[in-house]
């Protein structure tokens, strides 16, 4: 999902997985699977364009065709730093690109809200002034804490983070 929606893995660990042994099966590696790279552009789809917009969404749901380096010996590739681009990558501080980018990049999360895991909600309706996230195997500390809390008069609007 990750190149799907060409978006940066963040991996999140806690002091539980951090410290401790835990057993799993054993991973076995499938040489024939298939994983799917998102919009991907190939040395001929780019010979049949006349330019290459890193940036451009053509099918107006946020995320762009990309390339792999190496791909074409003159196009697809591009050179970036982490500030405002334009669709073709070419940097600029117009305020009407950056709105552009912005925009195509709310259209991206759209596109990513049914791909990704729901996460798991422990309330009816969203009435607390508090809130707690939690993820992994901090879950049977949060819903201890949760529970303690609630003995204290203290009730949270919670949810475990499941993507």
Request: charged residues 30%; contains cysteine; hydrophobic residues 35%.
């Amino acid at each position: 999902m990750a190149d799907f929606l060409q978006t940066p893995v963040i991996m999140m660990s806690d002091l539980d997985l951090g410290m401790n042994y835990h057993l799993s099966e054993p991973f076995e590696w499938d040489d024939n699977k298939k994983y799917d790279l998102g919009k991907v552009l190939n040395a001929e789809d780019l010979d049949n364009m006349e330019v290459f917009g890193r940036y451009l969404d053509i099918d107006e749901d946020g995320v762009c065709y990309r390339t792999v380096p190496g791909t074409h010996p003159t196009k697809g590739s591009f050179f970036t730093r982490g500030t405002s681009r334009d669709e073709y990558a070419n940097y600029s501080e117009d305020g009407d690109v950056y709105v552009a980018v912005v925009n195509r990049l709310l259209k991206k999360w759209d596109t990513a809200k049914p791909l990704v895991p729901k996460p798991e909600l422990y309330q009816d309706k969203f009435e607390s002034k508090y809130g707690l996230v939690f993820f992994g195997t901090t879950t049977y500390s949060a819903l201890e804490a949760m529970d303690i809390m609630e003995t204290q008069g203290l009730e949270l609007d919670s949810m475990r983070i499941t993507a």
